[in-house]
């Protein structure tokens, strides 16, 4: 009965200062929790600050000693330039295999140089290759890669005369699913031999060398992120064999249709650069969008300044390249600060994966054969 009964005034007023109680009990809780909020943004800001200024601090320590030891380093009259290039060729390979690799791939990239010559293909040193034969004279130390631009009329003049003149050479086909590529590269017929050449096409425009060469890029990305959409449920990207994800460009169904899907992405890119057949034609030239991504992009590739050619020294033999000046260009914009020493290059000299490449007495014998090979050319 007492339940049914109105609460009395007292109780009703005693209600409401226990309830103003708690809310002030709780408004002054959330005050608490906002000053600690506050004051851990404001111990985030300072941590923050804190390793800007370390960072900083570090960055001024580093560029101090660099500045100290090049100084140094430098020959009285020496450029300062001059002095960095004459301590990068000091620097060598780091274990028999990967020397092995590097010996193979300049006899293989001689090769490649004297039949361009002797044919008179065009094409340039770029990426890696360019950057050791401008830094080093040589492969950079701790690198095998190869890597040359060819203009794709070229790269088909190219394989007419691999094919008719040149048996003891072929130019593979493949396309990777990870890197969402077409490799093309230049080898041996010796099916032991891992060297290679890594050709990258690019084609000659008429249009404006830097808006085609933006439009390039993204066409590229586009290609890239596409293809990996369109074919992500076939075997080529599902296996769990990595060697699947490398098939031949051949006659096989799925290389059909990635010739297609690529053919089918140049024309759309077509429709706002103005693709033209030769170099006579041409204002510059851009790069496939069949090739890995740059890095950086390096674009543009004026005709004026690239077909120009200055023979640059590798090894013992010379490669094409552009104009001292333009080289400097283009490794700017790919590597930024390309005579400065990389911060994992002790990490990149780590190439256990060689031992492997390189552990077949087949395969040591026709990486000899290649270096022998290549001791008759000029």
Not at 238 to 266: M, V
């Amino acid at each position: 009965m007492k339940k049914l009964l109105p609460v009395s005034s007292r109780s009703f007023h005693r209600h409401e200062e226990v309830s103003e109680a708690n809310q002030q009990k709780l408004l002054h809780r959330l005050d608490e929790i906002s000053n600690q909020i506050a004051g851990l943004h404001e111990s985030q800001d300072d941590i923050r600050n804190r390793v800007i200024w370390q960072d900083g601090e570090a960055n001024y320590r580093l560029e101090r000693f660099q500045y100290l030891f090049w100084q140094l380093y430098r020959h009285e009259g020496e450029s300062e330039e001059a002095a960095k290039i004459r301590f990068f060729h000091s620097l060598t390979p780091h274990g028999d295999n990967l020397m092995l690799m590097q010996d193979a791939g300049a006899a293989l990239l001689h090769h490649f140089a004297d039949i361009c010559k002797r044919n008179n293909l065009l094409y340039w040193a770029n990426g890696g290759t360019l950057l050791g034969a401008v830094r080093h004279g040589n492969f950079v130390p701790w690198d095998d890669d190869i890597d040359v631009y060819m203009p794709s009329d070229q790269l088909l003049k190219l394989k007419k005369i691999i094919t008719e003149q040149e048996p003891q050479f072929r130019i593979r086909v493949m396309w990777d699913w990870i890197a969402a590529c077409r490799q093309i590269r230049f080898m041996t017929s010796d099916p032991n031999c891992p060297a290679f050449v890594d050709i990258f096409p690019v084609y000659w425009v008429s249009s404006n060398p830097q808006t085609s060469g933006d439009k390039a890029v993204q066409a590229r990305l586009d290609f890239q992120e596409k293809l990996w959409d369109t074919f992500a449920s076939t075997s080529w990207a599902t296996s769990s064999n990595y060697d699947d994800h490398l098939i031949p460009d051949d006659d096989s169904p799925l290389a059909q249709r990635l010739r297609e899907f690529l053919a089918a992405a140049q024309k759309k890119l077509g429709q706002s650069v103005t693709f033209v057949d030769s170099e006579q034609k041409a204002s510059g030239f851009v790069r496939g969008i069949e090739n890995i991504p740059e890095p950086h992009p390096a674009h543009p590739y004026p005709k004026k300044d690239w077909v120009d050619i200055h023979p640059i020294k590798f090894r013992d033999f010379t490669l094409s390249a552009p104009s001292l000046d333009v080289t400097k260009t283009f490794l700017e914009r790919t590597y930024g600060d390309w005579l400065s020493l990389p911060r994992d290059m002790f990490e990149m000299q780590n190439h256990r994966h060689f031992a492997s490449i390189t552990e077949s007495q087949e395969t040591r014998e026709s990486l000899t054969r290649l270096i022998d090979s290549a001791q008759s050319l000029d």
